[in-house]
């Protein structure tokens, strides 16, 4: 995206929140970084309902959103410039709603945890360029982290009825990773568990290929993403699929479907046994 089409999505916006840098010292690999700085200096910009009025009533009706993000070309200490982190919650009630995401400047990593409760199951590094969409599974948190020399602008359609949630990244002092220069992945040793890090390139999904832009891709079929609104459908990085039944793990679904395969072969081989026999 140009520089001046950055512009006018960015002018559209009905809510403009500025991130400072002072607001990532809780989550900083190192925070003594900071005494280089100004800290009013802005972190990153979030800009809300970026887009004309009528597209912007139309994801009204669908109760949805498209917002922008804004990260500046920065390194504090080893670190590369990032989001705070945050899980999203579906407001009043249990539950999250997946998210979606679009390049459109810049390079971004997407380093996404996946949760069940407080347990840590996943940490995936999503590498993405101008043009790619990456998919926020639900029950999960992300920081967004600018890799490159320019600023990086990412827009995203979410859930209206979502709030942001820090209090994980806050309470663990960011990440369960810091991605530093060269590439580097440390471990931040405020968490019991590591998952190995899945490294992984953006994959749209398959109902966004060749995508205009979600924007537009919303616009022609509104009805492709009532999936952020629906806690049963389950959003993987690349791949949408309607949920597991509840309170039922994909472990035991697989120890099930072992368990009834060798059931039956045994009852074949004994019907077998006895016709033989007989």
Known sequence: MSEASSL?????????????????????????????????????????DCCPDEARDLLWRYGLR????????????????????????????????????????????????????????????????EGDIVL????????????????????????RRCVQVYDQYAQRKGAAFYFLTGGRLVRNLNYSSFPEVRVLKAEAPSFLEGSLGLVQEFLKDPGRFTFL????VRA???????S???FVSRNLLVFLNVFLATYAALMFLTIISMVVTS
């Open 136 to 159: 926020i599974p639900p029950g999960s948190g992300h920081v967004m982290i600018n890799a490159s020399s320019g600023r990086l602008v990412v827009g995203s359609l979410i859930s």
């Open 8 to 48: 006018r999505v960015l002018a559209s916006a009905r809510l403009r929140e500025l991130h400072r840098l002072r607001e990532l010292e809780p989550v900083l690999y190192d925070a003594n970084c900071l005494r280089r700085f100004d800290s009013n200096l802005p972190a990153y910009e979030v800009y809300q």
């Open 66 to 129: 498209y917002d922008v993000t804004v990260v500046p070309p920065l390194l504090l200490g080893e670190e590369y410039a990032k989001t705070f982190g945050h899980c999203r919650l579906q407001s009043g009630e249990e539950g999250a709603h997946p998210e979606v995401f679009e390049v459109l400047q810049g390079e971004a990593r997407f380093l996404i945890q996946r949760y069940r409760g407080e347990e840590l199951l996943d940490v995936s590094l999503v590498e993405a360029r």
């Open 244 to 246: 597991s039944p509840p």
């Open 236 to 242: 993987e990085l690349g791949v949408l699929e309607r």
């Open 229 to 232: 609104n629906e806690l049963s």
